[in-house]
């Protein structure tokens, strides 16, 4: 399975590098104090790495919240043990 891994990347690599050697022109950036002439690729790749960031943040909230509503939930369930465990402790009372 690494080896597959392996070859994706490399696949994915090779098909970049090929991408970026037919996009090499250059594309000029306007943004509000001026303007920059950078390598499509580059803005290519830029692009996609604040993607990754982007989705790897919110993944990680994600997480967070789920980890949060786990220990909220693990901790109801050992209160329910608790008084599960109190009311079986009670005497059984006969009302006739």
């Known amino acids: 399975?690494?080896?597959?891994?392996?070859?994706?990347?490399v696949f994915i690599l090779a098909v970049g590098?090929?991408?970026s050697l037919l996009n090499s022109a250059p594309i000029k950036?306007?943004?509000?104090?001026g303007a920059v002439d950078l390598p499509l690729s580059f803005c290519i790749v830029v692009a996609f790495f604040i993607g990754v960031?982007?989705?790897?943040?919110?993944?990680?909230l994600r997480n967070i919240k789920l980890?949060?509503?786990?220990?909220?939930?693990?901790?109801?369930?050992?209160?329910?043990?608790?008084?599960?465990?109190?009311?079986?402790?009670?005497?059984?009372?006969?009302?006739?």
Do not use: Q, W
């Not at 399975?1 to 990347?9: D, R």
């Not at 960031?53 to 990680?60: D, Q, R």
């Open 1 to 9: 399975m690494k080896y597959l891994y392996l070859l994706f990347f």
């Open 17 to 19: 590098f090929v991408l």
């Open 29 to 33: 950036l306007d943004y509000y104090y």
């Open 53 to 60: 960031l982007f989705g790897f943040s919110t993944g990680v």
């Open 67 to 96: 980890h949060n509503r786990c220990s909220k939930l693990d901790k109801e369930v050992r209160k329910a043990k608790k008084e599960v465990s109190n009311l079986r402790t009670l005497p059984i009372k006969k009302t006739i």
